[in-house]
């Protein structure tokens, strides 16, 4: 395919030509502060995906995940997000860093519609901030806070396009693809180890971060109820 010669739209006057027009409904949807919705929404959402843009307008999307209520809101204009262990790569830390801008999509499990917020963002390490996910998880190093420009809740449809939410409808644990290959394969390593090899080496690597999360006290109890075993 030579992606150059395609037939692309390139005016908005040609997208309104193929498109319907959207309702009121969806038009006034949005708002721009947190109200009681989003609150409640934010408060039981355990996974979200996070855009954003650097300085040269490349694009990155991270996916963010903790407990139910992991993401704290300050007021009706600003959230916080904790960065918690990861690869360290910072992509999505440098982008905010030099852009400020974001994009968040949160998601509850078993509910087909998301929570959409835009808006501005910073990294801070501000003491005040981190110690607000101390009753949930260790505090981070650093977090993510969002002023909110606009907010609305996005339709279920494609998650009931996709079966996200039945599993039933998956595809077989036998037929999905092995993370540990793929990453033989980009990294090059097809020499130097396997794909199960690897596979092996991201769920330890899983278990140990996943484990640093938690809060002190958690971390003391569970070796306390290891050591008594």
């Known amino acids: 395919m030579n992606f150059d010669s395609l037939d692309a739209i390139t005016s908005e006057e040609e997208l309104l030509k193929i498109y319907r027009a959207p309702t009121d409904v969806v038009i006034n949807k949005e708002v721009h502060e947190l109200d009681d919705g989003c609150k409640d929404f934010i408060k039981s959402s355990t996974f979200l995906l996070m855009g954003t843009v650097c300085e040269r307008g490349n ?7 903790g407990p139910s209520g992991f993401v704290e809101v300050i007021d009706k204009k600003c959230l916080a997000i904790p960065d918690l262990n990861g690869n360290n790569r910072l992509d999505s830390i440098r982008n905010i860093i030099m852009h400020g801008k974001i994009g968040l999509l ?12 835009n808006g501005s963002a910073l990294i801070t390490t501000d003491r ?7 009753d949930k998880l ?3 190093k650093a977090a993510i806070v969002v002023r909110i420009e606009t907010a609305f809740i996005h339709c279920a449809k494609s998650f009931m396009r996709g079966n996200v939410w039945q599993p039933e409808n998956w595809v077989d644990k036998d037929c999905r693809p092995s993370a ?8 090059g390593l097809e020499d130097e ?3 199960y090899e690897l596979e ?4 330890a ?12 006290k958690d971390r003391m109890t569970a070796s306390l109820k290891k050591f008594k075993k």
Request: negative net charge.
């Open 205 to 216: 690597g899983y278990k140990h971060d996943l484990k640093l999360d938690r809060p002190v």
């Open 180 to 187: 540990g290959q793929i990453l033989v394969e980009h990294s």
């Open 193 to 195: 180890i396997t794909g």
């Open 138 to 140: 260790k505090m981070p």
């Open 106 to 117: 949160f998601m509850i499990p078993g509910l087909g519609e998301t929570l959409r917020i």
């Open 59 to 65: 694009l990155d999307v991270s996916p963010r995940g």
């Open 128 to 134: 005040e901030i981190l110690e607000i996910f101390t």
């Open 200 to 203: 092996d080496m991201l769920k």
